[in-house]
């Protein structure tokens, strides 16, 4: 059949890069498109024009195309309810669709939901003014969570370790910076703990867990400045127990999707839980309606199934009908390069130089996140984030060293990352020799 993957960033090169390994593209003539896509993307798959806004104009396109299967990667276009355009003409998408992807467009939603639904997570309060939210921090101790309750690209966000940070913190969403992502805030409980990843795929009512990792939110070394989209990761997260991922199905993830089925707004799609670890088991801090970025590309990596035949399984309400994902039970850590400046202004237009001779080198795979070709054809930076550079071993040692091995044989002047990707669980290893 004819897939069509929506997307450019370096989620959407892992799911290309594994898309293109499925048996659902395996006869002559089956083609995986993505648009817009991105260079890395391009080798995989055949890249298309096509504006996700315009929901006619994809829709067209699957027609003329007769496509069979349409992923959508990043959020947008999920809380645009372009699944829903796409369910209406008769294909399959894997996605939630608007009404069901507000778990991540909106954070207020989310936790009104937790609280009907006796969901663990941290106390909260929803607030529509500068004003309301200054006189509600006044219930709340220091440190304390400020969040913008719309999509702002992982940057709405502040974990705020004085009040006067919350309070500045308040003023930025309501400034306007934001857009419409910062019409409404949320000021929620600090949560003491170890952050984790809960991955699991539905159709709605059959629920198969997807595999765990751990992000790196902040932008500097020993976790330290801002908090960006995501500097790195690894998976699996060893301190996300069986047991402990077992109590996050039973508490978390099974009455999220029973709750939505109930209220009339079945979730389908991938449904990606940030977790805390605390001492009263894990809590809810906030939900993903599409896989994580930088964590799609360690599970893609780790992942031995074929993820056609899933994401069509879940697109088409049979997730039940299909042997249930197997992961290697290796590690695999990514590493991001991210362009100077970010997660501010990046500097754009840096020359990338390297790639090829870095990946057979070292044995790890790039994905593109951030990039262009240039008029002469050289390889550029077009984003915060530019590279994703992944490795894989038999420990998170062992596949960060050859992470790191790729990254310092990469030519990017204008890049830089975190030196420290994972650890908290090279520590781990560490000590127990």
């Excluded at 399959?92 to 669709?97: A, D, I, L, Q, T």
């Excluded at 309750?149 to 502040?158: F, I, N, R």
């Excluded at 998170?396 to 030196?419: E, S, T």
Aim: hydrophobic share 45%.
């Amino acid at each position: 059949m004819n897939i069509l993957l929506l997307g450019s960033g370096g989620r959407e090169h892992a799911l290309a890069w594994k898309l293109a390994q499925s048996r659902l593209l395996a006869k002559e003539g089956d083609t995986l498109y993505a648009a817009p896509g991105n260079p890395g993307i391009a080798e995989h798959a055949e890249l298309v024009a096509l504006d996700v806004t315009d929901h006619a104009a994809v829709v067209a396109f699957c027609e003329t195309h007769r496509i069979g299967l349409v992923v959508v990667g990043p959020e947008a276009p999920l809380v645009d309810g372009l699944t829903d355009s796409l369910r209406a003409a008769a294909f399959p998408v894997f996605g939630p669709s608007r009404q069901a992807a507000q778990l991540e467009g909106s954070k207020g939603f989310t936790k009104d939901l937790c609280a009907r639904a006796n969901i663990p997570t941290g106390a909260y309060v929803r607030v529509t003014s500068e004003a309301q939210g200054l006189a509600a921090l006044e219930s709340f101790t220091i440190p304390v969570v400020v969040k913008a309750d719309g999509l702002a690209a992982g940057k709405g966000v502040t974990v705020a370790e004085t009040r006067s940070q919350a309070e500045e913190a308040i003023r930025e969403i309501f400034s306007g910076r934001f857009g419409e992502a910062g019409a409404e805030a949320v000021i929620e409980e600090f949560l003491d703990g170890e952050e984790a990843s809960f991955f699991a795929l539905t159709d709605g009512a059959i629920i198969v867990p997807f595999g765990s990792a751990q992000d790196h939110k902040r932008v500097g070394d020993g976790d330290t400045g801002p908090n960006t989209g995501g500097m790195g990761a690894y998976s699996p997260a060893p301190v996300l127990t069986p047991l402990l991922e077992g109590e996050a199905i039973e508490k978390i993830i099974a009455p999220t999707v029973q709750a939505m089925a109930r209220e009339g707004t079945p979730y389908a799609g991938v449904l990606y839980a940030g977790l805390m670890l605390t001492r009263d088991g894990p809590k809810l801090i906030e939900y993903n309606a599409r896989f994580g970025d930088p964590e799609c590309q360690v599970l893609m990596t780790r992942l031995e199934s074929d993820l056609g035949e899933l994401l069509l399984a879940c697109a088409e309400s049979r997730l039940g009908s299909v042997p249930p994902p197997v992961f290697s039970p290796d590690t695999a850590l990514t590493v991001v390069m991210a362009a100077e400046g970010y997660p501010g202004t990046p500097k754009k237009g840096g020359r990338i130089d390297g790639i090829p001779a870095a990946e057979a080198a070292s044995g790890a795979k790039v994905f593109h996140a951030g990039t262009a070709l240039g008029m002469d054809g050289a390889l550029t930076a077009n984003g915060g984030r530019v590279l994703n550079v992944t490795g894989r071993g038999k420990s998170v040692r062992a596949a960060r060293a050859q992470a790191y091995a790729a990254v310092d044989a990469i030519a990017f002047p204008d890049g830089f990352c975190r030196r420290d990707i994972g650890w908290r669980e090279v520590a781990r290893e560490e000590a127990e020799g």
